[in-house]
């Protein structure tokens, strides 16, 4: 892999971005509005965004980036933009990479954000650090990422990227411990919860929102990290040139 290469990728995806409004509002307004929409929702119960409000969070940042990043990296197969790329000197891990970074970019935007417009606008009570509640919400998101350019890897149209939701997406919302705690749930769907890394996302901003510190916090979000990590080496080394 080559530093300058993938810079150059990643600036590349940055400029598409910018001629995109609508792709730079879905992932930068989104996740706000539908922090505010859930707020909102149960603004006449006391509590309830506050126990919520937090794994929320992590799940909707998640989502947008995923879908975001899956179907923008196809477009790039499909259009035969990656097949150009690929006779020059770029490799798969510069793209891969470069990807990652300027998605990464566009994450923490969207984190700063989102958390930003939770705690000030629509009032949920934190009790850690505000800065390590962004950070998890910037981790959840480049986890999003990794794992939709690794969908897109595999997926041949649009609707096939969108169609890994229910694989790779929507049990993790179910099994997460978002509608309720993990270990409430039967052994085995407990036990299957452990190898998915939006459950220890919603671990770690659920020790933020309570005011945990230290490995109680840190131990879940590197789970996190080694999965984005691990996803974003799977991806570069399944990516295919071009689709069928």
Known sequence: MNGVRTFATAGRVLRQLSHDPRSIALMLVAPSLLVGLFAWLFSDQEGV????????????????????????????????????????????????????????????????????????????????????????????AILGTALGLLASAFARTEFQAVQFMPILVFPQIILGGLFMPREDMPEALYQFSKILPLSYAIDTINAVTAGDEGW???????????????????ASLTLRRRTP
């Open 49 to 140: 965004f506050d126990q919520f409000g937090g794994p929320i969070l992590a799940l909707f940042p998640f989502i947008v980036m995923f879908l975001i990043t899956s179907i923008t990296t196809l477009r790039e197969r499909r259009s035969g933009t990656l097949e150009r790329l690929m006779t020059t000197s770029i490799g798969k891990a510069d793209f891969i990479v470069g990807y990652g970074l300027a998605f990464g970019l566009m994450a923490t935007l969207q984190a700063v954000i989102t958390v930003t417009f939770a705690v000030w606008v629509c009032d949920l009570q934190v009790d850690g650090e505000l800065w390590q509640l962004g950070l998890v919400a910037v981790v959840d």
């Open 216 to 234: 109680d916090v840190f131990g879940p979000l590197l789970v996190v990290v080694a999965f984005a990590v691990g996803s974003l080496i799977l």
